[in-house]
């Protein structure tokens, strides 16, 4: 099935990246499914997982467009940073370059806001750990935007 998803992915979202964290995801939420019974005919897996893609599809959209919105709203004018304004799409290329789990740490910390306690609950970890991957990751995204790599 990653394959046929991949291909789902690249299709919808044409990012390889994004494809691939597409598989990831939906491969986890049907295994997941399908340890909690939900899935109760396994001859209609197939359909199961293309509903699972759309939704996850959709839900990345969604996501990129309130994150262009709250942007938009917050993100002061580019003449009021008295130094060069920050490189969004720079920062965009770094956060794809870090892992998967690294990634999930930056974003449901800085973007959505959520503590170390929660972020290691969702993510089955503890909240020593959080704080690490954390430390590790923004010393990366540093690097990575000021010139050297990931």
């Known amino acids: 099935m990653a394959p046929r998803i991949r291909l789902y992915g690249l299709r919808h979202l044409r990012d390889e990246q994004a494809a691939a964290d597409l598989v990831q995801q939906v491969l986890m939420m049907t295994i997941e499914s399908m340890r909690a019974g939900k899935v109760r005919d396994l001859a209609k897996i197939e359909s199961f997982v293309l509903g699972t893609c759309r939704m996850v ?8 467009a309130r994150r262009g919105r709250l942007l938009e709203q917050y993100l002061p004018p580019v003449s009021a940073f008295p130094e060069p304004a920050p490189d969004l799409d720079k920062l965009a290329e770094c956060l794809g370059r870090l892992a998967e789990r690294e990634r999930s740490v ?45």
């Open 57 to 64: 599809v959709l839900e990345i959209r969604r996501g990129g």
């Open 106 to 150: 930056v974003v449901m910390t800085f973007y959505e806001e959520h503590s170390s306690e929660t972020v290691a609950r969702a993510l089955g970890l503890s909240s020593e750990n959080v704080r690490v991957i954390r430390h590790r990751a923004l010393g990366r995204l540093r690097k990575c935007i000021s010139g050297g790599t990931a």
